[in-house]
């Protein structure tokens, strides 16, 4: 028995491991999309790749990573794509167009609301995140994972967008500052925080916890200099500057989930990632069981806590000089002469001092190859060097440096010069040495505590500040509830054997869900023993956890048999907020979830009507494909992530018809009540009456539906003979009667197929493409012969052929080339990524307007060029918000281009008219005054339409937004506060944009 008890701990051991790594790996965001892949297939190899174990979450990751890769086979860092923007926006300014009226008028189609018909989970789109002003439910902020930040001042009633300029607009956690209500934080990829300080209207990137996915922001409500940050995949972290540098809370938090304050008392906090935190001390120090007295701290390079004032791309890292000294300092940091960082460790009788730390992904910047480590011992003292290293190598792991002369006060300095962005990770610096004089507490993990290795949640009540609660995950399903009713200096699990209350199942039955995604928990502020916990369904406690009842059900019908709420399936955070008096309050509980906002008005009475969706309002809709009649009004369909498929019907209003994630789908050609829709992985189904009802469609060979094809399975119709549609797995197969039969129409390829395409003027001539591949069949040749193309080691996104020219073939890749054309049927190919910005292009169309006009969506914008433009592209994104474009359609029949994005929904365009004149602006009627100008400019126009205003400096920052403004009324701008110098104002309008220089003194 002992010798099987081993082996199954072994075996436990290896998959937990498996499981870290590529998630952590994910998180470091230093690798490549082909690493991460083998080291996910090794665990879900064992595992198993079914529902719960994390798989579909994991492929989705997938399809975009590899859409998103450089040439290198790794993925940009925000801060990347942030500078990207700005430079361009520099770059597009200062060449000087005046105006334009060949940039597209883009207006937003929706959905912002769910009407289901034969959909069976509807909702609007993925809540990551909630914040709520203290004292005023009206006030509230919500963000989605790739659809920005919005906000409400009516409780939800209506709702505006805050992020649409921004090169990064991916979600994850959102806090107001409790005491200026104008400071909004939020929390996205790869570490990055942004703040606004004018409620929203501009943003900056503010800082960078390092790695990971910033999931929760807590700001000290006595102190709001203090801020406390969770990153999953990077650990949990403490701000004493208010977040503008960072400090890990704990050696041992490698990963972080949540963090909350003792009720009334922010110098008790607790913290979680795999283990349970507790300081009793503001943060200073953290105890969890079995710890070491040692500390680390993490700085990545190209944060604020490593440039210069006024830093910019390829700026040089020196850390040793100006405001933005980037180091630790052990001891005394209340009144730092530069940007210092805690906690403090006091050195003072300590012996055998020894500085621990290790450097990776370094790009050095030009022969300045060196790092110096340095110390000093007072502030005014001189910097001491403990070591030079010059040898040119990109990373250093364990290197150990003895301290001389321990004092109370001690500082330490890394210098180097490196590209800023892609320069020197100082990675688990920590000082270590005996007698330190700092007593850890035996912490958490004692006989009567029964935590595992699982992720956790904590719950806490402002009616019993001594009770605190734990909720634990093992691996996606519930793994335990525990209780501690002395400020989480001990805890009891509370017995909840054979129950799973993550999952699907209205008893907690099943074995299935998909925690830390969707997992919280939350104690009504009235009563600590009213909890309320989530997974894929709501679930609430009246008697402090010893039993649970379900609240919400992921189906309307079954909700409303069982006389409980509906919310959309996969909460992924849960909230009390209050307002009114301290005797008299008002307390709603809010959830966020894949469908949506949801909230109970009265969270203590249970029943049908237990949520109320105030989603509405929100375009957050995350499309992956579209499919569009050619008809004039048009018919859309859209499959998108979490809430199925969905049709836009000639009357202008949305349904829902399909549920799960929808993916490709298309409109029959002769008939728009006959539409065609997947989910993931390629199960097809039906519709011949507009959605009302769903038929299903044979699978050709027993294929589709299940883990071994790809996240979006090639699918639709002939251009050209009626009720033959098509679709690619490992083979390309065709049906002549809408699905009923199907015959393959190539050989076996061996690999999944990406993206297929028939030519709209010749249906005997097709195209696929595997990977970074290309194949041609010609005259319906079923042996398809591959083309002779090097995307070294690039992948293909998207196939478009030409409306006329079936030989004429343009891709969109994820090389360096960008797009490339073939003029003979893939025989040979050029670039034409020429002026692009340094984004990834994503998604094509043609125009059929005799110049060979070109559209390519990237992960940020559209732009068009044809053959009249000469060797350049031109921004085609009036209006349109900075998402990630999925799918470019047009209709010809209105002489319309649809975008299929991913976070904000189905939006439309004119197409580009080369006859628009340039008279059209009334452009000598804008009026720009004064110029100079000091503390305000003014605009006014005697054109009365709702223009979008945009100011920006001459690095191509935003300063200024303002939205919807009416200019035959003069708008003020206040720019009292702008440094000196050239700035562009830009307007959008209904017919293009707008820019003037003006000059701020």
């Known amino acids: 028995m002992k010798r099987i008890a081993t082996l199954i701990l072994t075996l436990f051991v290896v998959l937990v491991t498996y499981a870290q790594h ?24 064992s595992v198993g790749r079914e529902r719960g174990t994390g798989y579909t979450p994991y492929r989705r990751w997938l399809y975009f990573a590899e859409r998103s890769m450089d040439e290198t086979g790794r993925l940009k860092s925000p801060e990347f794509y942030y500078n990207e923007l700005i430079d361009y926006n520099s770059r597009i300014n200062n060449e000087g167009f005046a105006n334009r009226t060949t940039v597209g008028a883009w207006e937003d189609m929706g959905p912002t609301y769910w009407n289901a018909t034969s959909g069976y989970n509807p909702g609007v789109g993925r809540i990551t995140s909630i914040a709520i002003e203290e004292g005023n439910l009206n006030h509230i902020i919500v963000g989605s994972e790739t659809g920005g930040v919005w906000k409400s001042l009516d409780g939800g009633v209506s709702w505006q967008v805050l992020t649409d300029n921004l090169a990064n607009i991916d979600v994850y956690a959102l806090a107001i500052d409790p005491i200026n209500n104008t400071h909004y934080y939020w929390g996205s990829t790869g570490g990055t925080i942004f703040k606004s300080t004018d409620a929203g209207a501009t943003w900056s990137l503010h800082s960078d916890v390092g790695n990971g996915v910033v999931n929760k922001i807590l700001i000290d409500p006595t102190d709001t200099s203090k801020i406390y940050a969770s990153a999953q995949g990077g650990g949990l972290f403490k701000s004493i500057d208010g977040g503008l540098s960072w400090a890990r809370i704990h050696s041992s938090a490698s990963t972080g989930y949540d963090i909350e304050f003792k009720p009334g008392d922010p110098s008790v906090v607790y913290a979680s990632g795999t283990v349970f935190y507790k300081s009793s001390d503001g943060g200073a120090t953290f105890s969890s069981g079995g710890e070491i007295a040692s500390w680390s701290q993490e700085f990545v390079s190209g944060s604020l806590s490593w440039t210069i004032t006024g830093a910019n791309q390829n700026s040089s890292v020196t850390p040793k000089t100006g405001s933005g000294l980037g180091l630790f300092y052990i001891n005394n940091f209340t009144s730092p002469s530069t940007r210092l960082v805690s906690p403090a460790l006091d050195l003072s009788g300590a012996t055998n001092p020894i500085l621990k730390f290790s450097y990776s992904q370094v790009e050095w910047l030009g022969d300045q190859d060196e790092l110096k480590v340095l110390y000093r011992t007072s502030a005014s003292s001189n910097w001491e060097e403990i070591a030079h290293y010059t040898t040119d190598v990109t990373a250093w792991n364990d290197i150990t440096l003895n301290l001389p002369n321990p004092t109370s006060d001690y500082y330490i300095a890394f210098e180097g010069q490196a590209n800023y962005g892609r320069g020197i990770t100082l990675d688990d610096i920590s000082i270590e040495a005996d007698n330190l004089g700092v007593v850890f507490s035996e912490g958490f993990e004692g006989a009567s505590n029964e935590f595992s290795n699982g992720v956790k949640m904590i719950g806490v009540s402002a009616d019993d500040p001594s009770i605190v609660y734990v909720l634990e995950a093992d691996g996606g399903v519930f793994g335990g509830f525990h209780k501690s009713t002395d400020e989480g200096s001990s805890f009891v699990k509370l017995n909840h054997d054979n129950k799973n209350y993550f999952g699907y199942d209205t008893l907690g039955q099943d074995n299935l869900g998909q925690a830390p995604r969707d997992m919280d928990i939350v104690v009504h502020p009235e009563d600590a023993n009213d909890v309320h916990i989530a997974g894929i369904n709501s679930w609430r406690s009246i008697d402090g956890g010893a039993t649970f ?86 018919i859309v369909t859209g499959g998108s992530q979490d809430n199925g498929s969905s049709t836009l019907g000639a009357n202008g209003l949305w349904t829902d018809w399909w549920g799960a994630d929808g993916m490709e789908g298309f409109i029959d050609k002769n008939d728009t009540q006959i539409m065609y829709g997947t989910s993931q992985f390629g199960s097809f189904v039906k519709t011949f009456n507009g959605g009302l009802s769903i038929n299903g469609v044979a699978q050709p060979d027993g294929k589709g539906g299940n883990f071994n094809w790809n996240w979006i399975v090639p699918y639709g119709q002939d251009p050209l003979v009626n009720n033959r549609i098509y679709s690619a797995f490992d083979e390309v197969y065709q049906s002549n009667n809408g699905g009923n039969s199907w015959t ?120 068009y060029t044809d053959n009249s433009l000469g060797n350049t592209w031109i921004p085609f994104n009036n209006g349109l918000p900075n998402v990630r474009i999925n799918e470019l359609e047009i209709n010809t029949a209105e002489n319309k281009l649809y975008a299929a994005t991913y976070g904000r929904g189905l939006w439309r365009t004119d197409l580009y008219d080369e006859a628009l004149s340039i008279s059209d602006f009334n452009i000598d009627n804008l009026s720009v005054y004064p110029n100079p100008a000091k503390d305000f400019i003014n605009l006014k126009w005697n054109r009365s339409e709702g223009v979008n205003v945009r100011l920006y400096n001459v690095l191509g920052d935003l300063v200024y937004y303002a939205k919807n403004k009416d200019l035959s009324k003069t708008l003020r701008m206040d720019t009292s506060a702008f440094a000196e110098g050239l700035y562009f104002v830009k307007l959008n309008t209904s017919i293009g944009e707008i820019t003037k220089k003006v000059i701020i003194e």
């Open 744 to 863: 393959s129409i190539s050989q076996n390829f061996g690999s999944n197929i990406d993206h297929f395409k028939v030519a709209p003027s010749d249906n005997t001539v097709k195209y696929l493409a595997i990977n970074g591949s290309f194949y041609i069949s010609i005259g319906n040749n079923t042996n398809w012969t591959a083309a002779s193309l090097n995307l070294n080691g690039g992948r293909i996104n998207e196939i478009a052929i030409h409306p006329t020219n079936p030989a004429k073939v343009a891709i969109a890749t994820t090389d360096s080339g960008k797009v490339y054309v073939s003029n003979n049927n893939g025989v040979t190919w050029n670039s034409i990524a020429w002026d692009l910005p340094n984004f990834v292009p994503q998604a094509l169309a043609w125009q059929d307007n005799g110049e060979d006009g070109l559209y390519v969506g990237m992960n940020y914008g559209v732009y």
């Open 22 to 45: 590529y998630k952590q790996l994910i998180s470091e965001g230093t690798h490549t999309v082909e690493d991460i892949k083998h080291e996910a297939k090794q665990y879900f190899d």
């Open 549 to 634: 009842s379900i609240t919400s059900q992921w189906t309307p019908g079954n909700a409303a048999s069982l006389n409980i709420g509906y919310c959309h399936a996969d909460v992924d955070i849960m909230l009390f907020a209050q307002e009114g008096s301290s005797t008299n309050p008002i307390t709603k509980l809010f959830l966020g979830t894949d469908g949506g906002i949801f909230r109970a008005d009265n969270p203590r009475l249970v029943s049908s009507n237990y949520y109320t969706d105030i989603t509405t309002g929100m375009g957050i809709r995350q499309f992956y494909k579209i499919g569009i009649s050619q008809t004039n009004p048009v």
